[in-house]
């Protein structure tokens, strides 16, 4: 069983920066990918963003250019880097991994806040 556990998230102002970090547990082994999703009150979980085994990043077209997805294999942790921060990115955001095989990502984590608010 992976678990995952995201910290990192706050209060940041327009404009702002913050880095989100998920530190992974289990058998790695079986994880094709991993990534972020978030979900703001009302609205559908989006992907922000995963990565692949083999680096291959892909990014919603609301985060390009603004969020970076990171890892470190040997602490088996994934960094997102979020820059230049609006107010609609105000959401719960999730830490996701996806095993072999499989359409859909497995594993979530408890989610950490992110606002960003003047």
């Known amino acids: 069983q992976v678990q995952l556990v995201e910290s990192g998230g706050g209060l940041v102002q327009p404009g702002g920066s913050l880095r989100l970090s998920c530190a992974a547990s289990?058998?790695?082994?079986?994880?094709?990918?991993m990534g972020w999703y978030r979900q703001a009150p009302g609205k559908q979980r989006e992907l922000v963003v995963l990565i692949t085994s083999d680096d291959t990043t892909h990014y919603a077209d609301s985060v390009k250019g603004r969020f970076t997805i990171s890892r470190d294999n040997a602490k088996n942790t994934v960094y997102l880097q979020m820059n230049s921060l609006k107010p609609e990115d105000t959401a719960v955001y999730y830490c996701v991994a996806g095993a072999w095989g499989e359409d859909e990502f497995d594993y979530w984590g408890q989610g950490t806040q992110v606002t960003v608010s003047s």
């Open positions: 289990g058998p790695m082994f079986s994880i094709y990918a």
